[in-house]
Nanobody, 115 residues
């Protein structure tokens, strides 16, 4: 019931920055948290950052101090500001809406960090 549209991925050099955006539509009132996950080639999908409707955040240890998740509830949009990017951040990044009765996933956006 929730549809997610992601944008902002791309290719950057190590140390660079990107901001990902994810706009939610549909049954937005069923959402109680939103977040970002990533999946590198040959790896399992892992949590990057989440934020509840009340503003509580959780970050993966690997991105603490470099990434910041934020939400604009009026626009039904969640963002991921990524600074100090490293080659190991290269992955497909997926937006996720944690909602009832089921969670929803975005289509994924590629983030590549390379010199």
């Amino acid at each position: 019931q929730v549809q997610l549209v992601e944008s902002g991925g791309g290719l950057v050099q190590p140390g660079g920055s990107l901001r990902l955006s994810c706009a939610a539509s549909g049954s937005i009132f069923s959402i109680y948290a939103m977040g970002w996950y990533r999946q590198a080639p040959g790896k399992q999908r892992e949590l990057v950052a989440t934020m509840t409707n009340g503003g509580f955040t959780v970050y993966a240890d690997s991105v603490k101090g470099r990434f910041t998740i934020s939400r604009n509830n009026a626009k039904n949009t969640v963002y991921l500001q990524m600074n100090g990017l490293k080659p190991e951040d290269t992955a497909v990044y997926y937006c996720k809406a944690i909602a009832s009765p089921t969670d929803s996933w975005g289509q994924g956006t590629q983030v590549s960090v390379s010199s």
